[in-house]
Structures are given as structure tokens and as C-alpha cells.
């Protein structure tokens, strides 16, 4: 009685449809998904959009589910400014304890960011682990990707470079060419429209 | 509380076999089971070359090149088509597939596609052409990653596992 149904629905554009199976797929491998994480919103939102779209791969219910790892990647802070200060341009060195504070600030606002992405993955049960990284973003992350043998990379389009053209800011462009496993670009919605 | 939400996923095929792989990736990720999604494989024939009834030679070209052209194109896709049907008939579970075939640019019949068909998400391979041991983006699919307003998942040819 499927199949006849099945023959009934096929029309002009040859929707095909497979017999079904009784089991579930069993998960071999545990998959690995990695969003990367910046202080803009449309990082956020692709997020959002992978909590969405593989809820069903990465919740904590299941046995052996998948994993979402959330990447942050600090800039790493200049202990050295150079001031043209004047005829002599002084290289000033920051004080160990203006380092200090630079690199508290920093890892607040890490922290501060990492904890929404992580209420926001609590919120829909999702198995979550989260990492922080110093050094150049694209570096970083597609260094991490093959340490860590990621099966998907998640990153916005745009991020904090605000340009209004349609093309992918340098992170997403540097991570979509030399990351080693398959990447997902999300785009942001337009507001205006 | 699973939502299935319907979502169109095209995946963009070709001869090549990358963009096997690309489809069995998306099959093996994309499609949990349960969910109501459609899968459209979209496969671009290249633009035919335009004949003139006369050619620079001035001879007449007859109706049988053209024949024969015509012939090896629908090859090509009975091809590729089967292929891609040896990938997604081992797998398991319930999901539409539906295939289309265009002819021109491939990337923008690509793009022009999965805006018409409101697409909710774009699966491409990408080809090797890098000189350098980095895998390069294919202009195909990079210029659909930044063209088209839905998710675009680039699924590389796979390292060599160890």
C-alpha cells in the first residue's frame, strides 16, 4: 500500500520516495560541530540557527550524540604601544599591572559572551563544550578544526567587519578555504527587506 | 518535542566526485531521522555551444553533430543521475528527492535555482584546482557562498584520515 502511494505522488518533477525502515540510524561516530563565537550578533545567530537545524543530532538525551563545541578566539593583547609622540617616538611598554587589567577585562568579556552562547545551547538540552583561544581568529580556528578532527564548521558571513556587500568578512573567507572539514556559511537575515 | 519543519536542501551535483561526497555528507547529516526534508539534486549541464547553420568554412552543418551533441548531454545526465542515486538509495531512511536539471553558468543557474525554489539551505563540493596542498575553494562554490541569501555548506574533499 506504500508503494502505491508512492507511484500515485510521483509527478512531472519525479519526487521519488524511499521505502522505509523500521530502525533508526545508529550514530557511529560522535559527530563534532564548532561555531565560531565573536562579539558580533551574527555570530549569535548562527548559533541559533545550529541549535536549531541539528537539535536533534546534539542532544544531550541521546547516548552518543553529537557535540557542540563554541570557539572564542581573543585577540591577543599588545604588551607594547608606539606612540608618535612628538619628535622622539617612544615605544611606551604597559605596566605589568596594566596588563593585568587589560587581560581581566578581556576574560570577562569572554566570559561574558561564552555564557549567553551557553544559555542559549541549555536552553534546547544541547551537549555543549566551549573553548577560548588567544592568537589570530582564522589561524586559531582552523588550527583548532584539525586538532580537534571537527565534522562541521559553523561561521557568520560578516562578523565585525560591517562592510554592506554582499561577501564573506576575512575570518569566514581565511576558515571556508583552509579549514580542513566541510563549513556551513549562515547569513544573517536583512533587516530591511 | 520535535518541530519537523519541511526544509528544501539542494544539494548541487556534477561529475565530479566531490560532489558525490557532498551528498553523502548532507545525506548522512542533514537528513536525521524523522524529519520532513526534500532533497533537490540540481545538476547544471554546461551551455550548449551556439551552431550557426553555417559555419566559418561555409559548409552546412548538418542535423547530425548537433544529434550526437545532444546525445552525449543526455548521457551526461543519465550519468550523473545514477550516480547520485547509487549514493542516496543505500540510505535508510524516508526522504523526498526530487531532481532538476539546468543548462548554462553553473553558478548562476545555481544561485538563480535556489532562489526560485526558496531553498532553505545549499550543500556544495568544491573541485580541487589549488596548486598548493591547501584545498583552494572551486569559483564555483565560492561564488555561491557569497551570492546566495541562504546557509551554504561547503563539504571538502576528505582528508586523509588517520
Known amino acids: 500500500m506504500a508503494e502505491d502511494q508512492a507511484t500515485a505522488a510521483m509527478e512531472t518533477t519525479t519526487v521519488e520516495k524511499q521505502p522505509e525502515m523500521t530502525e533508526t540510524p545508529s550514530v557511529t561516530t560522535t559527530k563534532r560541530i564548532m561555531v565560531a563565537i565573536d562579539e558580533s550578533d551574527s555570530s549569535f545567530y548562527v548559533l541559533q540557527w545550529v541549535i536549531d537545524h541539528f537539535s536533534s543530532l546534539l542532544a544531550?538525551?541521546?547516548?552518543?550524540?553529537?557535540?557542540?563545541?563554541?570557539i572564542h578566539v581573543q585577540s591577543p593583547f599588545q604588551h607594547f604601544t608606539a606612540f608618535p609622540a612628538g619628535p622622539g617616538?617612544?615605544?611606551?611598554?604597559?605596566s605589568s599591572s596594566m596588563i593585568e587589567a587589560v587581560k581581566k577585562s578581556q576574560q570577562k568579556a569572554s566570559a561574558a559572551l561564552l555564557s549567553r552562547a551557553l544559555q542559549m545551547c541549555r536552553a534546547k538540552q544541547i551537549r555543549t563544550e566551549t573553548l577560548v583561544l588567544e592568537g589570530d581568529a582564522k589561524d586559531m580556528i582552523c588550527q583548532a578544526v584539525e586538532q580537534m578532527h571537527v565534522d562541521l564548521l559553523a561561521v557568520g558571513s560578516r562578523g565585525l567587519g560591517k562592510i554592506k556587500r554582499a561577501f564573506l568578512g576575512s575570518v569566514s573567507d581565511y576558515?571556508?578555504?583552509?579549514a580542513?572539514?566541510?563549513?556551513l556559511i549562515v547569513k544573517p537575515p536583512k533587516e530591511t527587506h | 518535542m520535535e518541530e519537523t519543519k519541511e526544509r528544501k536542501i539542494v544539494v548541487a551535483v556534477d561529475e565530479s566526485e566531490e560532489s558525490m561526497e557532498a551528498l553523502s555528507w548532507s545525506l548522512d547529516n542533514?537528513?536525521?531521522?524523522?524529519?520532513?526534508?526534500?532533497?533537490?539534486?540540481?545538476?547544471?549541464?554546461?551551455?550548449l555551444p551556439v551552431y550557426s547553420s553555417?559555419?566559418?568554412?561555409?559548409?552546412?552543418?548538418?542535423?547530425?553533430?548537433?544529434?550526437?551533441?545532444?546525445?552525449?548531454?543526455?548521457?551526461?545526465?543519465?550519468?550523473?543521475?545514477?550516480?547520485s542515486q547509487t549514493v542516496y538509495q543505500d540510505f535508510e531512511s524516508d526522504i523526498n528527492i526530487e531532481r532538476r536539471v539546468g543548462r548554462g553558468d553553473a553558478k548562476e543557474v545555481i544561485c538563480?535555482?535556489?532562489?526560485?525554489?526558496?531553498?532553505?539551505?545549499?550543500?556544495?563540493?568544491?573541485?580541487?584546482?589549488?596548486?598548493?596542498?591547501?584545498?583552494?575553494l572551486g569559483s564555483v562554490s565560492e561564488y555561491c557562498a557569497k551570492r546566495v541569501k541562504?546557509?551554504?555548506?561547503?563539504?571538502?574533499k576528505k582528508a586523509q584520515n588517520n
Not at chain 1, 89 to 94: D, G, I, L, R, W
Not at chain 1, 180 to 183: D, E, R
Not at chain 2, 54 to 82: C, Q, R, W
Not at chain 2, 150 to 156: A, F, S, Y
Open chain 1, 60 to 70: 544531550t538525551t541521546l547516548a552518543e550524540g553529537g557535540l557542540l563545541t563554541v
Open chain 1, 89 to 94: 617616538s617612544a615605544t611606551v611598554y604597559a
Open chain 1, 175 to 178: 576558515c571556508a578555504h583552509h
Open chain 1, 180 to 183: 580542513k572539514c566541510p563549513i
Open chain 2, 30 to 47: 542533514l537528513f536525521p531521522y524523522g524529519s520532513n526534508n526534500t532533497l533537490i539534486l540540481l545538476y547544471v549541464k554546461p551551455p
Open chain 2, 54 to 83: 553555417i559555419d566559418a568554412a561555409g559548409f552546412i552543418v548538418t542535423g547530425d553533430p548537433v544529434a550526437a551533441l545532444n546525445k552525449y548531454e543526455h548521457e551526461l545526465v543519465e550519468s550523473v543521475m545514477a550516480r
Open chain 2, 112 to 136: 538563480n535555482a535556489v532562489q526560485k525554489l526558496r531553498a532553505d539551505m545549499l550543500v556544495i563540493g568544491t573541485h580541487d584546482y589549488g596548486f598548493f596542498k591547501r584545498a583552494l
Open chain 2, 150 to 156: 541562504c546557509p551554504v555548506i561547503i563539504v571538502k
